[in-house]
């Protein structure tokens, strides 16, 4: 009932989530919303047609068949987890203060630093070495970063982006519902507004959290983001990840 009341929060009232993240529950509450989540998810990704909404889908429907697939998922997901609270984080600290614009800029480099190496990597005759010093010449900043972060800023961060899920997770309900009816347009209204949601919430959360401006926290969650799916993409491109993981994990 506690984690239940913890997640219930995250939908409506973000802010007095956030403050629910500065108590010692608040980590164990988080990773039962997050479990929630990532069964619901799985639960609801498996009984949905592979081929809706995208009827030409490249991914076979074997692909799909078996508990192989659910397997890689599930080892995948807490990988996922783990890196948005590690991005999330350290782009907080860095956009939590000096001027605007320039933060903004650097992140938007930052982030796209990763998937550029890649591209370079499958494109040209870029070898693995140059590949690897690439990536660690990137990741040096972050970490530098990341080590101005407390580690009571780690848990409340952990905690919050854990119960946030709680929305990702009431969003399953209308995709679930335009699945059943089998309507495109719907099954994308959903999408859009649960993006919305989880951006506002996100947003109006962090802003509270981290005691910082609200287009800051915004900025910061979106750029968290970006950077993930550029090491999601990256990993595809790279061999690492199978089409099919792939796209569960971008559903999910």
Known sequence: M??????AL???QPEAAADACREDSA????????????????LYLSLKPYDFPDAAASVPASAFAGGGLWLRVAFWEPVLAAL?????????????DGWLPLKTAAATLWSAVPLILTVAYTRTHMGRLPLGAGMIVW??????VARGVTAAEWRRVTAFL??????ALACLIPE?????????????????LGVLWLLACAGLGLRRLCGMSLARAVLAFLFANLALNVAIIASYMLHWLPMEVLKVLVYV
Do not use: E, H, Q
């Open 2 to 7: 506690r984690a239940l009341r913890f997640g």
């Open 10 to 12: 995250f939908l409506f």
């Open 27 to 42: 980590l164990v509450d988080g990773l039962a919303v997050y479990a929630a989540w990532v069964v619901a998810s799985l």
């Open 84 to 96: 948005t609270v590690a991005m999330t984080g350290l782009v907080l600290r860095w956009m939590r």
């Open 139 to 144: 990741a040096v900043p972050g970490v530098l």
């Open 162 to 167: 854990l119960g946030l899920n709680a929305v």
């Open 176 to 192: 679930a519902a335009a699945v059943l009816l089998r309507s495109v347009l719907l099954y994308k209204a959903a999408m859009g």
